[in-house]
DNA sequence: ATTATCTATAGATCTATAGATAATGC
DNA sequence: ATTATCTATAGATCTATAGATAATGC
């Protein structure tokens, strides 16, 4: 049986290196963007080679999808907590939703250069964008339905378009504020949305 | 008395050329990006080689400046019909304007690609992208300030966060639209953010 | 005469590979 | 013994410049 296991982890002080890597190409990805962050640079900011680094992760775009397989493992655990609920108070915990993505704005800039870096259909990344935003619009239009369905909002809403337009808020919000530094808030912004939101859609 | 207008529009022959080096640009600088988009690729889609090109526009960044000028301009005239009207009528007629970006998909992904590609404060893309952010919300800002002040909507509302949320759902629904190969309607979702918005805000 | 474009090339990256060496675990 | 990292370098771009040539306007 062969080791299945990924170079670079198999010992301590490897698995450490990893990790390093793993968090300068988030920051220099984030950034200066896929195309704009070379591995000379990201080698430099962990502190070895370029060579030494892709020992760790045989191809940049390699490096890409583990950064983004470990941001996606984060932002689920945040997302967890959404998930937990349902309707109505699903709806509800949108509302923090900015407000948890102002507490990472390292991941979060991630998120928008890379998104809109691989807009074009093919490439793996772009599957995964297409992808995570179906979800994503899923659950909140499931959340509407059953918001609906117990009465909490008007029966007639359209929940795909209330699915896209949440998400779209939150998205908006997102490069308003990392374009002003700051002062277009997410966290206030997404909370009057969703009230907002609540309020027109609630059951006459 | 020295000539001031710029290499390649003193002919027809040069001007043609200027332009279609324009049209590649932004269709190339578009789907691939700034970084992505190399001025050989541009050269060879305009018809011409890359030291060719180069007489045209001195730099890379020359012709980044140029077709964002370029795209500008027609945003303008498509803004112009807006900034007609003022206070409640202006409002409304954002609800088109998610129609009016789905009818130019190659000028709406550059200014995604572009937006995201220039977070980062220093320079002059950057500062175009914060200033044209910060206008076009204070124009809205605005109009909000006088259809509540004349009573068509409440005036307890807030100018600067309805605003930004509007135009989120601008942004937002732009990705969406592009990620979704049009499966999300940008023209759907504006319309139904902005009769929302209105209808949530009506005086009471 | 002037404007527009081309050929050729310099110089700076950048990704990736080969092969050697250092550090660690058993 | 194996894992992790380094040095050195190949080969592919990429932006930009210099200098020559072709096309246009007067």
């Not at 080698?43 to 030494?52: K, M």
């Not at 937990?84 to 939703?97: K, Q, T």
Request: aromatic share 6%; charged share 25%; net charge negative.
């Amino acid at each position: 049986m062969t080791d299945v296991s990924p170079p670079g982890t198999r010992q301590p002080r490897g698995r450490a290196r990893r990790a390093s890597v793993l968090e300068a190409a988030r920051r220099l990805f984030s950034s200066q963007g896929f195309k704009g962050a070379s591995l000379v640079a990201i080698a430099q900011e962990a502190g070895l080679t370029d060579a030494g680094l892709l020992y760790h992760f045989p191809t940049k775009n390699d490096l890409l999808l583990a950064v983004i397989a470990e941001g996606d493992r984060e932002q689920d655990e945040t997302l967890a907590q959404v998930r937990d609920a349902r309707g109505l108070p699903l709806l509800l915990r949108m509302a923090e939703f900015g407000a948890d993505l102002e507490a990472d704005p390292v991941l979060t800039a991630l998120d928008v250069t890379l998104s809109a870096e691989h807009l074009q259909t093919g490439s793996e990344i772009n599957a995964y964008f297409v992808r995570r935003y179906d979800n994503f619009r899923a659950m909140l239009a499931e959340a509407l339905r059953e918001a609906a369905q117990a009465g909490d909002l008007r029966a007639d809403l359209d929940p795909e378009v209330e699915a896209a337009n949440m998400t779209a808020v939150l998205d908006g919000l997102r490069l308003q504020w990392l374009l002003s530094g700051g002062g277009v808030s997410m966290a206030q912004g997404m909370r009057a949305y969703v009230h907002g939101a609540i309020e027109r859609l609630s059951a006459p």
